[in-house]
């Protein structure tokens, strides 16, 4: 079972989705799913070198709407084993070189080295408060999960894979998915948002017991 996730590392609600996602496979331990991550950018028009957190957020949210929003992520968060430090997150960035790192450690080391690298950069940015435009910090993070250093060096220096993700987020959008987390199951289903580890199960049977149609 494919179970594809557009995402953006500096999406709170993909965090929770992803810990939820978690919970639903634990769920059904007899199901062979294949994680792939793909490119969702919140911010595509954000420069390269980010922005301060104070001033996207107030023109975002307004800075009284913004505590609420998030007292409520981090409540929401605690219930998942996230330890959201908003509070001392300075910039945000533009995660386009988050996404090609992201890509780039699946041809790597496949789907399971992928998935422990965006646990590392969600970590990274949602509970250490580092600055994921930063290379240096993917790099930590790609060390972290057995990711060669100096390979990911190279291949971030370059700009391989650049106008991929530019593209793959372009497609997302023409998809109809206009906000995330978004899980593509087989694609063919899809489930929208961090929804509870309960709402994945109807989809899991549909994959499951999905015949093609004479001919097809």
């Known amino acids: 079972m494919l179970v594809e996730i557009y995402s953006d590392v500096i999406c709170p609600w993909c965090f929770i989705g992803k810990r939820r996602l978690e919970r639903a496979q634990a769920m059904r331990p007899d199901a ?4 792939r991550w793909r490119t969702f950018q919140l ?6 070198e980010g922005m301060s957190r104070a001033e996207y957020l107030t023109a975002k949210f307004g800075s009284a ?25 300075d910039r945000t960035p533009s995660t386009i070189d988050a996404h090609r790192l992201i890509r780039w450690s699946a041809a790597e080391g496949g789907s399971t080295a992928q ?3 965006v646990e590392a ?7 250490e408060a580092l600055d994921l435009g930063r290379h240096e ?14 390979a990911a060096r190279r291949f971030l220096a370059s700009d391989e894979d650049r106008a991929t993700v530019r593209s793959e987020d372009a497609t997302a959008r023409q998809m109809g ?31 499951a017991n999905f015949t093609p149609a004479a001919g097809g």
Do not use: T
């Open 32 to 35: 062979r799913m294949e994680i």
């Open 43 to 48: 911010n595509p028009w954000m420069p390269a």
């Open 65 to 89: 709407d913004a505590r609420r929003v998030y007292e409520n992520i981090h409540r929401i968060g605690q219930g998942e084993g996230i330890d959201f430090a908003f509070e001392r997150i």
């Open 115 to 117: 998935n422990a690298l």
């Open 121 to 127: 950069l969600y970590r990274a940015y949602f509970m």
């Open 137 to 150: 910090v993917l790099l930590d993070a790609a060390d972290s999960v057995g990711v060669d250093r100096e």
């Open 177 to 207: 998915i206009q906000g995330v987390p978004c899980f593509i199951v087989d694609k063919r289903y899809a489930v929208s948002g961090a929804q509870e580890p309960e709402y994945f199960m109807p989809l899991f049977d549909l994959a």
